[in-house]
């Protein structure tokens, strides 16, 4: 079964920049849509940036302008490039990806998650 495993959070002051990766590994007959999403305190976990097979990119509203997505087809790689970051940034960001497994069965993987605190 696919696994993400998100790396790259941490701690930064408000104007700051950090970089997100996510590795998937096991055995996928296709990932499609792969893309980050995050969740703060209390609040129900948002899309912040998808990028399809392709290389076509959606962004919440919020993010565009400061954070870039980019993906890495071969490796099954996908990072988020945040830049200018804001208090509001702060969360937990989740790697996300569509993927068809074995008997092509398809379903949604989520990686563990990982924290940003963004301090202003």
């Known amino acids: 079964q696919v696994q993400l495993v998100e790396s790259g959070g941490g701690l930064v002051q408000a104007g700051g920049s950090l970089r997100l990766s996510c590795a998937a590994s096991?055995?996928?007959?296709?990932?499609?849509?792969m893309g980050w999403y995050r969740q703060a305190p209390g609040m129900q976990r948002e899309l912040v940036a998808a990028?399809?097979?392709?290389?076509?990119?959606n962004f919440a509203d919020s993010v565009k302008g400061r954070f870039t997505i980019s993906r890495d087809n071969a490796k099954a790689t996908v990072s988020l490039q945040s830049n200018s970051l804001k208090p509001e940034d702060t969360g937990v960001y989740y790697c996300?990806?569509?993927?068809?497994?074995?008997?092509?069965?398809?379903?949604?993987?989520w990686g563990q998650g990982t924290q940003v605190t963004v301090s202003s």
């Open positions: 996300n990806a569509e993927v068809v497994e074995l008997g092509w069965h398809s379903r949604t993987a």
């Open positions: 096991g055995v996928a007959l296709q990932i499609n849509n």
């Open positions: 990028i399809t097979s392709d290389g076509i990119t």
